[in-house]
């Protein structure tokens, strides 16, 4: 039986390295260079598609102890990120092309690593372990080839804006208001003054977006335009979309702001807050500088940034277990943001927890599935519990663990992150687990 990594991306890279430095032989299935997702650059293994950041290290931070946690579970590509490492404030920035290229040569070099320089279009779920991580461009004869095998359950996506925790919103600067009062208060708006609106209308016009090969024109004319693109077209025209004052009584005021920006609940508790209408391909780093410019997200949060772009993942919760094997193929693993797992970090740590249940599986060892309380094990929870359908893409953020008395929501992550440090390492001592263990 042959072990079948497809894709050579972020999950994919650690998925090999991982088996192949536990002893394993793994053929990996890249199809870059020949054939182009339309966002990478290169034939690299592991390239960073946009940003060279890999976000905060701060444990107070839901990315930082993620990290972390990557680190005690052995993530070889976070070891690799620690040693290309440009000064970066409290993130971990990489310099992008050394980062890929030691990948690159650790993978060429491996001598368990067969090289597959070739596009997958079937998988054998009967004769042989695949691990797919062909990530949100994963090549439309598979994506079809997955429809094939799983119907509906399979997203493809383009258009979203981003999302902020309810908590980080400045609530003096917000105001709870339906236009014209036509509503039970579903928003929250964000207020500009003019001046404000002029500072973020300039830098909103500037900022740097992500340039997507073939990026259907379709889509802009259709579906929705990009916030930055509704600004480009003139100084107002923001004022008569997405931010449109009018029918909106700021009550510290008592008369409509210059322009507000307003919040939709994304789900039912009210914890995630969308920016309506703020669908965007500006780069993630900017959506955060450009998008804190308005006064009630000064110090947002942002647990998704807005994407336009095809988008595949697996509506996960019907169709994987928490050891990342598809129910119904034992056989068939998933790692990346196929899972719905987003973000660099996320698909590197995603990586490493499929290789050591191909390993488990294998050796017909028990899989392991980390405590909900751990960043990772939260994540996958998310991604795997029934009932959370349809899925939307996370990336690591507090609320997806279990809640804490505390005072304020600063007082409770850090109570989430010791919980989750603790149980991790008694998790990792009770099943005798070092970093070298698979
Ligand atoms: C435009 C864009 C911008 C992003 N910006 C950021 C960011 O700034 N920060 C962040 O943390 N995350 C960002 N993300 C998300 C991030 O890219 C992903 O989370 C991460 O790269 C996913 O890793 P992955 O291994 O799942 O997929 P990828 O890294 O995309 O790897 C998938 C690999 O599979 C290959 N492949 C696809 N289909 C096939 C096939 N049929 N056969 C063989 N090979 C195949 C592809 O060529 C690719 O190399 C961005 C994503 C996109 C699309």
Redo the contacts with the bound molecule.
Sequence with gaps: MKIRV???????SEVALSLAGSGLSVEL????PSVS?G??NSGDFAEL???NSLKSESLENASGLLKEEGLKLGTHLLKIALKHRVPAGKALAVDRRAFSEEVTRLIESHPLISLKRE???ELDTENHINVV???????ER?ESFLRGMFGEDLFFFDAVAPIVDAESILTEKAFVADRYSNGDGDYINCPLTQEEYSVFWRELVEAEV?E?ENFSDRLLFERCQPVEEIARSGFDALRFGPMKPVGLIDPATGREAYATVQLRKENSQGTLLGLVGFQTRL??GEQARVFSLIPALKEADFVRYGVM?RNTYLNSPLIIDPQLSARDYRRLFFA???TGL???V??MVSGRIAAINVKRFLEDRESLVLPPTTMTGGLIEHITVAGRTPLKPVYANFGLLPGVKGRGKVDRNRKKVSRAREDLDLFLERWRLDHNDL
């Design positions: 497809i894709g050579g991306g972020i999950a994919g299935y890249e199809m870059r997702t966002v990478h598609v946009c940003s596009e997958v279009y991580c062909t990530g949100p461009l994963t090549s598979l992500i997507v780069k993630w772009h990346g943001q196929i987003e973000g660099y996320e698909a």
